[in-house]
């Protein structure tokens, strides 16, 4: 069975930085894609990246390219996800979430549709103080 635990979540002012950790077992699949969601307290969650293992491209949200970059280690299975210069719009409940295949790393009209993703983590809160 697959698991997913995010963790690395805290509070952190204005412009302030986290690394957020992916930790994913029971993973057995050889092409996989890993999204990242969010959901602030009254929104609904939106996409913020997707990993693609097949030819390793991450997609980013527009709201957070330029200051979130994802990275992995695949002897240790986690993904990481750097979030820079922050702000307190990106205060949210973060997820981990696995698609079966990476195409289901889909993109429609600008937004990562999270229907393909199969397994989820229970979530890592992150607050930033303005």
């Known amino acids: 069975e697959v698991q997913l635990v995010e963790s690395g979540g805290g509070l952190v002012q204005t412009g302030g930085s986290l690394r957020l950790s992916c930790a994913a077992s029971?993973?057995?699949?050889?092409?996989?894609?890993i999204g990242w969601f969010r959901q602030a307290p009254g929104k609904e969650r939106e996409g913020v990246s997707c990993?693609?293992?097949?030819?390793?491209?991450?997609w980013y949200a527009d709201s957070v390219k330029g200051r979130f970059t994802v990275s992995s280690d695949n002897a240790e299975k986690t993904l990481y996800l750097q979030m820079n210069s922050l702000k307190p719009e990106d205060t949210a409940v973060y997820y981990c979430?696995?698609?079966?295949?990476?195409?289901?790393?889909?993109?429609?009209?600008?937004?990562?549709?999270?229907?393909?993703?199969?397994?989820w983590g229970k979530g890592t809160l992150v607050t930033v103080s303005s």
């Open positions: 979430a696995v698609a079966r295949y990476p195409e289901l790393c889909t993109v429609i009209l600008g937004e990562l549709d999270d229907s393909g993703m199969r397994y």
């Open positions: 990993f693609r293992s097949d030819d390793g491209s991450t």
């Open positions: 029971g993973f057995t699949f050889d092409d996989y894609g």
